[in-house]
């Protein structure tokens, strides 16, 4: 059985399931199942437990929120791909739930667009990782084993 304090969910939304093929000279060549399994493995050393998914949609990612803290997940690694810069919905369930929710993204959407300086899941997280590529969940990850969340 998982001891949920151990449980991590790393919650990922729309168009992440093209990683690897989608723009690579910005999101690197790793695909999601490349970054699963090295979430995986550091997640052994750590002794923690991945619970990885993607979805296209806005709701579920909502939904998969309030599933975080039903089950007892000690955090929510959140990539929320476009809607991290429009989902006032996601920033109200971050707010709703106690698990913290550390806010992950490949790329660093403050130096791209304008339209990607806003986050409203970053008013709400407890962190930020973002700039690092693949890494950056691996970085947040660590950030949750050394509690610095
Ligand atoms: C992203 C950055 C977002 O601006 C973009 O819409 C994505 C990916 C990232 O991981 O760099 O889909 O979240």
Do not use: C
Not at 2 to 24: Q, W
Not at 94 to 114: G, Y
């Amino acid at each position: 059985m998982t001891d949920a304090s151990n449980l991590i969910y790393v919650v990922n939304g729309p168009n992440l399931n093209l990683l690897g093929m989608r723009e690579p000279e910005i999101y690197g060549s790793a695909t999601l199942d490349d970054i699963a399994g090295m979430l995986e493995d550091r997640a052994r050393e750590l002794g923690l437990t991945i619970d990885m998914r993607q979805t296209n949609h806005e709701g579920m990612l909502v939904d998969w929120l309030h599933e975080a803290q039903a089950e007892g997940a000690r955090a929510v690694l959140l990539n929320a791909g476009a809607y991290t810069h429009t989902s006032i919905a996601l920033l109200d369930a971050i707010r709703a739930i106690r698990t913290p929710v550390v806010e992950v993204h490949l790329s660093d959407p403050m130096t791209r667009e304008p339209f990607r300086h806003v986050s409203y899941v970053g008013m709400g997280a407890a962190m930020t990782v973002q700039g690092h590529g693949a890494q950056s969940y691996l970085i947040a990850l660590d950030a949750v084993a050394q509690g610095k969340i």
